[in-house]
């Protein structure tokens, strides 16, 4: 992630990605869903955070300052009951890492999940220094209603929202009003 004003560097995100038998890369659209329903999302959210934090720590180690990454988060994980105490379990075997170096993504589809629910859940984690991030704002799900209810640090508009703002005034527009 680049600071468009200054040009830095300013994080990263975590992604993950499957392998099918040929060994072929498996886009998460494949098996996410599958994951949610099963409940097994939970542990591949978990691994992935945890990844990321050690990558964070060898960096750290090597002399290389740490920047902010992004992990996302199904709704699934978000409110399972012990999830904060996991994270925080997880963020302690870390303990040189700032917890603000940690962004838990969500996509608008943490929408279907009561505002008031969400809200809690994400000012718990708050509380010990974890940030929030709104992926993929404008996709297929386009809940304006989370956009504008829930308080999230980072807004991540979805690519088919800027793939032609250079030739399309009404996204130029939308864009224009979201950043404002």
């Known amino acids: 992630k680049i600071n468009m004003l200054t040009g830095e560097l300013s994080g990263a995100e975590a992604l993950v990605r499957g392998i099918d038998e040929n060994g072929q890369i498996v886009t998460p659209g494949r098996f996410i869903e599958k994951l949610e329903k099963s409940g097994e999302i939970r ?40 999830t904060l105490a996991s994270i925080l379990a997880i963020q302690s ?10 962004e838990l993504e969500i996509t608008e589809s943490a929408g279907n999940i009561e505002k008031s629910a969400l809200t809690d859940v994400m ?6 220094g ?3 991030s ?25 690519k088919s929202m800027i793939a032609d703002l250079s030739e399309n005034s009404i996204s130029r527009m939308l864009v224009r009003d979201i950043v404002h």
Do not use: C
């Open 43 to 82: 542990d591949l959210d978990l691994y992935v955070l945890n990844r990321a934090l050690f990558l964070m720590d060898q960096w750290r180690e090597q002399g290389i300052i740490p920047a902010r990454i992004s992990v996302n988060f199904s709704r699934v994980t978000l409110l399972h009951a012990t």
């Open 93 to 102: 075997r870390y303990p040189r890492l700032p917890a603000d170096l940690l």
């Open 123 to 128: 000012e718990q984690f708050r509380h010990h």
């Open 130 to 132: 974890i940030t929030f």
């Open 134 to 158: 709104l992926d993929d704002f404008g996709s297929q799900y386009a809940n304006i209603s989370v956009f504008s209810n829930v308080r999230f640090d980072v807004v991540k508009l979805d």
